[in-house]
């Protein structure tokens, strides 16, 4: 599963694109605007990716006649989610198709195999325990410190599967709510700010970055991304080598997100937090503010092209619009508008996103 | 055919569209990008635009069956071209789903129509006459005078259905290449440069102009487009009110492109060259260096939406791809790239395009 080396895809070829959200509905529009084609493999019937293009295939994951079958109609296969079951790669014929990396989908889709990676990569992370047991809880929380953060080992997003631990707290009750599934405790760091970097690093291991981007979350959820992020040059640097040295360490292709708290700590100014496999919230000011957005740049490097270039022309603060936000979104003013098409209105779901731009500052 | 008040479309509607070439296909894109979707109606099975959605009627325009079933399956009708039949708003039902303009679409559809139209907006245009026969052309010749440029009056677009003319021409031949089409005689305008402008009117009356483009045109197609134009704020000025008054003597819907010829004549420095009363080649920049591009508006005009922020934050130099040039198209570096996914490359076709932003100087 992936970068074996291979033509650039013709005009008209089909990016196969696992994943129906709205990742993998701007990815298909990123590719339509390429000239390419684009296949949607998603399981839900009404998957919002499903609008913008006419191929499509409804099924299951763990389909492998149908996963067969998508890999013979496309030319190259991506992701819009770290959470593609590792199966997938066996499907007869489909290795040779994925592009990405199949070590950072394994990394990403585990938090400790993640930290344990991103610390192989000489860079830090806040200090964690794998946590399997009620024993392993009590004892982790005097080792990271209190308060805590408690997360599943695997399948959380957006807050999903995280609750804040502090000294005092019913451990065999909270212990409980994991239901079982192995976790992860981490020191709740007081960072001073979260910030992001988006890199693309194409079939050819050339790299290219934007702009590094500071995030705002709330109920963990992206709530705003402003770039650029007001860090110094060398912790931008930094950052950007960091994420550099990731996508290298696992010889990526396409964009990769890599979240980071800026501690304020001169020995250790930045923690990574996590690492995203694939086109990022946090990066998508870029489709309004960047010579090249990092959706184009994703397809780009699955379909074997040179990179685009990453160069920002404005300021941009980027917005998500959550659950009944989007019902006013046609009249906002003086912002770029971007709508997911999602039938169903869920408080905190992601509906969209609008961009604000202003005159370059730096 | 109108602009009669109806309510802003919701998420999820859906935008018909009159025409599957690359301008069908990036107001497809831009309706996805909003949330809508968007039905192609084509004649042509591999228009370019039944790439980019699931919605599609593969029907001649005068197919009246085929129309009306599309008209049903969408919530309001849009076009790429000014030549619709005139039939076409005839078809049961359809005439309360158009957007734009009948008046507009008959007009542009006929030069002479168009000049006079022009005219009677109190808006300068070349010395012109019309010409339906070879004793018509004689005359005219000496009345605007030589050189001059014939054009068939219909259904002509990229110099198709253009010559120039001098005194000496043998003008029985010259004629006689018209076929008995009705044609137009204009002076040959030696203009000092060409601009347009790209203008947005709301369904409430709102408009909302781009800035003024600078055009380039080579064998009478355009090559590039550069904003800002090289023009004194007086003109620009000028040009921006001269395309709001057609907009608004037609109670236009959508967005109008108007090209202009600028004169150096202090007495009449704009002549109007013509009106396409749809989104146009000139305001491709807009999709990288605008707030909102040329598409988004005019889908949110025709979606009964207030009209985004046309603000420019970059300077921007657009040029076509023209022929095998999109062959190299991938590899092309410091420019925002946009290809048109069509199968054939034929010379002079439209293939793509590209954008290269460089930072504001105004």
């Given at each position: 599963m992936t970068s ?80 593609v079951?590792a199966?997938v790669a066996e499907?007869?014929?489909?290795a040779?198709?994925l592009?990405g990396s199949s070590a950072v989908v394994g990394v ?142 696992i010889d990526y ?24 496999p ?85």
């Amino acid at each position: 599963m992936t970068s074996e080396p291979s033509a650039p895809l013709p005009a008209g070829a089909v990016i196969g694109i696992l994943g129906g959200g709205q990742l993998g509905r701007m990815l298909a529009l990123a590719a339509h605007r390429l000239g390419l084609r684009a296949h949607i493999y998603a399981p839900e019937r009404d998957a919002p990716a499903f609008d913008v293009t006419p191929l499509k295939t409804v099924a299951r994951y763990d389909d492998m006649v149908a996963l067969a079958k998508f890999s013979e109609a496309v030319a190259a296969i991506t992701w819009e989610f770290e959470n593609v079951p590792a199966e997938v790669a066996e499907v007869h014929g489909i290795a040779r198709k994925l592009r990405g990396s199949s070590a950072v989908v394994g990394v990403a889709q585990d938090r400790v195999l993640e930290k344990r990676f991103i610390e192989s990569c000489g860079l830090a992370v806040a200090p964690w325990q794998a946590i399997d047991s009620l024993d392993d809880l009590k004892i982790s929380l005097a080792a990271v410190g209190s308060p805590a953060v408690l997360k599943t080992r695997r399948l959380g997003y957006d807050g999903k599967g995280q609750w804040l631990v502090r000294e005092g707290d019913d451990l065999r009750s909270v212990f409980n709510g994991l239901k079982g599934a192995p976790a992860v405790l981490e020191s709740f760091v007081a960072f001073e700010r979260e910030v992001s970097v988006i890199l693309a690093r194409g079939a050819n291991g050339a790299t290219a970055a934007f702009d590094v981007t500071e995030n705002i979350h709330e109920n963990h959820i992206l709530r705003r991304s402003t770039v650029p992020a007001r860090v110094s040059p060398a912790v931008a640097a930094a950052a950007v080598e960091a994420a550099r040295d990731i996508a290298e360490r696992i010889d990526y292709v396409g964009v990769l997100g890599v979240e980071f708290f800026v501690t304020g700590d001169a020995e250790r100014p930045l923690l990574v937090n996590e690492i995203a496999p694939r086109v990022h919230n946090s990066g998508h000011w870029t489709e309004a503010a960047a010579v090249t957005s990092q959706f184009s740049n994703h397809i780009r490097a699955v379909a074997g092209w040179p990179l685009g270039d990453p160069t920002r022309f404005a300021d941009a603060e980027m917005v998500n619009l959550l659950g009944d936000e989007v019902l006013k979104a046609s009249s906002l003013q003086g912002v770029s508008l971007h709508l997911y098409g999602k039938s169903e209105v869920r408080p905190g779901r992601k509906m969209g996103h609008t961009i604000r731009l202003s005159p370059l500052t730096r």
